[in-house]
């Protein structure tokens, strides 16, 4: 796999998702035709979802997440770079032992319709085109795999889907280059070192959060998203990509 990597991006331009991942190759092959992309939705996409933020129960803080990941509890089960073990671990500690009026309440998306752990209901497999609707029906997305040191490179489309729905992201700090994408906004990160606490921080922090300042960092996200973290924003270096092609 590593020849043939080597041998095409010698040879041809090539399309990566990230900075970090540009200089990966131009470190490893001495590239430099590599042309930055990022995995971001176009904007006909995002025009699918309303230009204002849903009005959400007040009394549920909804997290949301698209991908079957989250149905599995141990992290050999997944790939070890999208772990969501401890996601679901500190998750059944904080519903077992919440108290007070608000709840917190986990929702799937790209996984056959069920409950998982006894608190994650997953709601089928839809359309790419409706995963904005329906995340559009959540406070929170959740990209909280465990950290991992290829995070880095990565620019999961499901992130930014969230964020043009008026999803706000929860990010694990691993993912550094993403965190960039959004640091023009408040999002949620959750720091790698002692994740499993500062985890369980976080979800104890939503419990208490004011409603309008929750629904104002929702505002404000959607509107970065639909101005910043767009596809449409790279046509002049894909045309460049082609050109060299």
């Given at each position: 796999y590593r020849s043939w990597e080597e041998k095409l991006s010698q040879s041809h331009p090539t399309i990566v998702v990230s900075e970090n991942m540009a200089k990966k190759y131009k470190e490893l092959y001495g590239v430099d035709k590599t042309y930055v992309i990022k995995n971001f939705p176009l904007s006909a996409e995002s025009a699918y979802v309303y230009a204002h933020v849903n009005d959400i129960r007040r009394d549920v803080i909804s997290l949301g997440y698209i991908g079957s990941e989250i149905l599995a509890n141990k992290a050999s089960s997944r790939l070890?770079?999208?772990?969501?073990?401890?996601?679901?671990?500190?998750?059944?500690?904080?519903?077992?032992d919440i108290r007070?009026?608000?709840?917190?309440?986990?929702?799937?998306?790209?996984?056959?319709?069920?409950?998982?752990?006894?608190?994650?209901?997953?709601?089928?497999?839809?359309?790419?085109?409706?995963?904005?609707?329906?995340?559009?029906?959540?406070?929170?997305?959740?990209?909280?795999?465990?950290?991992?040191?290829?995070?880095?490179?990565?620019?999961?489309?499901k992130l930014y889907i969230?964020?043009?729905?008026?999803?706000?992201?929860?990010?694990?700090?691993?993912f550094t280059e993403v965190l960039e994408d959004?640091?023009?906004?408040?999002?949620?990160?959750?720091?790698?070192?002692?994740?499993?606490?500062?985890?369980?921080?976080?979800?104890?922090?939503?419990?208490?959060?004011?409603?309008?300042?929750?629904?104002?960092?929702?505002?404000?996200?959607?509107?970065?998203?639909?101005?910043?973290?767009?596809?449409?924003?790279?046509?002049?270096?894909l045309l460049k990509a082609l050109k060299k092609a």
């Open positions: 070890p770079f999208k772990d969501m073990s401890i996601t679901i671990r500190v998750l059944h500690k904080i519903l077992r007070g009026d608000k709840k917190l309440i986990v929702k799937a998306l790209g996984c056959k319709e069920g409950k998982y752990h006894g608190f994650v209901e997953c709601l089928g497999f839809y359309r790419h085109i409706d995963l904005y609707r329906v995340m559009a029906n959540f406070h929170v997305g959740l990209l909280t795999w465990t950290p991992h040191e290829l995070h880095e490179y990565f620019s999961p489309n969230y964020a043009h729905a008026g999803c706000i992201p929860s990010i694990t700090s691993s959004f640091k023009e906004v408040k999002v949620f990160v959750i720091h790698k070192e002692n994740f499993a606490l500062n985890l369980e921080d976080f979800f104890k922090m939503l419990l208490d959060i004011d409603y309008q300042e929750l629904n104002s960092m929702r505002i404000s996200v959607m509107k970065h998203a639909k101005r910043k973290l767009v596809f449409d924003n790279y046509e002049d270096t």
